[in-house]
């Protein structure tokens, strides 16, 4: 039997998504001006992902991702704010200024990145997963990545030992079909990537990456699996980016016939549609949420504007660990 979800689940799926999309989407324009510098990759078109995901976890789970990490990480409670400081360069940023767009950390919300080496991630999230498992909690990671770096050679060293010591780890292939401008039929003649973890007896599944509804469900099931000593799962989400890999692509190696097709699917739009239609939820309240998260993402913007650059000596800073790492102590 399917779920049933009730009308504040997806009121709230809605709200973070619109926030999800609006802040990326003022991050955009604010790269255009310059304001922003450096690499830029949004999250346009794979909110359903983050949404469906945080619903169906704990807040003690832990996130790891690439480097298009600004959804993951306010949807994990990373705030806007030092989120568009971080992407400003700010000493107010999450990652204290030094890290930008593509590394982004909180440690108090169990997001630990934002990682710019490619499939560098699978590794530390299974890292993760283990100290996890040696404290003896309940707590579960889930290892985001992209179909590119489904081909580095450190997802196959890394699910090997994940399914060898029964990790707590959800391995997430967000598939936008595109790394970087090269399509996955480019790159391999395993086009499905969720079979990559049939070599490892590895559960594994394709995901409807389009609805929070599908990726709900597939990563609940996963999690409850990590959470029971049952070991990982491999999800292939099957999603979509409307933008360019980052700021600098104009993504000309796409037709405007596949851009349109995913449109009509866009997650944003049929829960909008869900909410009205079936839900019944008033005008009033949807224009609501409207405006909360136009304020959300207006204020972002001004405590960027308003906030200090580090001082020159924090160049020498966070470089070595100096006490005990606060996670893995009690």
Same mark, same amino acid.
């Given at each position: 039997?399917?779920?049933?979800?009730?009308?504040?689940?997806?009121?709230?799926?809605? @709200?973070?998504?619109?926030?999800?999309?609006?802040?990326?989407?003022?991050?955009?324009?604010?790269?255009?001006?310059?304001?922003?510098?450096?690499?830029?990759?949004? /999250?346009?078109?794979?909110?359903?992902?983050?949404?469906?995901?945080?619903?169906?976890?704990?807040?003690?789970?832990?996130?790891?991702?690439?480097?298009?990490?600004?959804?993951?990480?306010?949807?994990?409670?990373?705030?806007?704010?030092?989120?568009?400081?971080?992407?400003?360069?700010?000493?107010?940023?999450?990652?204290?200024?030094?890290?930008?767009?593509?590394?982004?950390?909180?440690?108090?919300?169990?997001?630990?990145?934002?990682?710019?080496?490619?499939?560098?991630?699978?590794?530390?999230?299974?890292?993760? &997963?283990?100290?996890?498992?040696?404290?003896?909690?309940?707590?579960?990671?889930?290892?985001?990545?992209?179909?590119?770096?489904?081909?580095?050679?450190?997802?196959?060293?890394?699910?090997?030992?994940?399914?060898?010591?029964?990790?707590?780890?959800?391995?997430?292939?967000?598939?936008?079909? /595109?790394?970087?401008?090269?399509?996955?039929?480019?790159?391999?003649?395993?086009?499905?990537?969720?079979?990559?973890?049939?070599?490892?007896?590895?559960?594994?599944?394709?995901?409807?990456?389009?609805?929070?509804?599908?990726?709900?469900?597939?990563?609940?099931?996963?999690?409850?699996? &990590?959470?029971?000593?049952?070991?990982?799962?491999?999800?292939?989400?099957?999603?979509?980016?409307?933008?360019?890999?980052?700021?600098?692509?104009?993504?000309?190696?796409?037709?405007?016939?596949?851009?349109?097709?995913?449109?009509?699917?866009?997650?944003?739009?049929?829960?909008?549609?869900?909410?009205?239609?079936?839900?019944?939820?008033?005008?009033?309240?949807?224009?609501?949420?409207?405006?909360?998260?136009?304020?959300?993402?207006? @204020?972002?913007?001004?405590?960027?504007? @308003?906030?200090?650059?580090?001082?020159?000596?924090?160049?020498?800073?966070?470089?070595?660990? @100096?006490?005990?790492?606060?996670?893995?102590?009690?």
């Amino acid at each position: 039997m399917a779920t049933k979800f009730s009308k504040e689940t997806y009121l709230y799926w809605y @709200e973070l998504m619109l926030l999800l999309r609006r802040f990326e989407e003022k991050s955009g324009q604010l790269y255009g001006m310059q304001k922003i510098r450096g690499f830029c990759h949004l /999250y346009i078109g794979q909110e359903a992902v983050a949404a469906g995901c945080m619903t169906a976890t704990n807040p003690d789970d832990i996130f790891i991702t690439a480097y298009r990490d600004h959804g993951l990480a306010i949807a994990k409670g990373v705030s806007a704010k030092s989120c568009m400081a971080e992407l400003y360069g700010k000493a107010t940023g999450c990652s204290k200024g030094k890290g930008g767009s593509m590394h982004f950390f909180g440690v108090k919300e169990k997001f630990f990145g934002g990682h710019g080496i490619v499939g560098a991630q699978i590794g530390t999230g299974a890292g993760l &997963a283990f100290a996890e498992k040696y404290r003896g909690t309940k707590n579960v990671v889930l290892c985001f990545f992209g179909d590119g770096a489904a081909r580095q050679g450190i997802l196959h060293e890394t699910f090997n030992l994940a399914m060898l010591w029964d990790l707590p780890v959800v391995f997430i292939c967000e598939n936008n079909n /595109y790394a970087m401008g090269t399509s996955v039929k480019r790159t391999s003649n395993v086009m499905d990537i969720y079979k990559l973890g049939c070599a490892y007896d590895m559960p594994s599944e394709q995901v409807d990456g389009m609805t929070p509804e599908s990726v709900h469900k597939a990563v609940e099931k996963a999690v409850q699996r &990590a959470r029971e000593n049952g070991g990982p799962t491999l999800l292939e989400i099957k999603t979509y980016r409307y933008k360019g890999h980052s700021m600098s692509d104009p993504a000309k190696y796409r037709s405007k016939e596949e851009m349109e097709e995913y449109k009509l699917k866009d997650p944003i739009e049929t829960t909008l549609a869900k909410l009205k239609n079936d839900l019944n939820i008033p005008e009033a309240e949807i224009e609501a949420i409207h405006e909360r998260v136009r304020q959300e993402v207006e @204020e972002s913007v001004t405590f960027a504007e @308003e906030s200090p650059w580090p001082d020159d000596d924090e160049l020498y800073k966070d470089i070595y660990v @100096e006490d005990d790492y606060p996670f893995i102590t009690d």
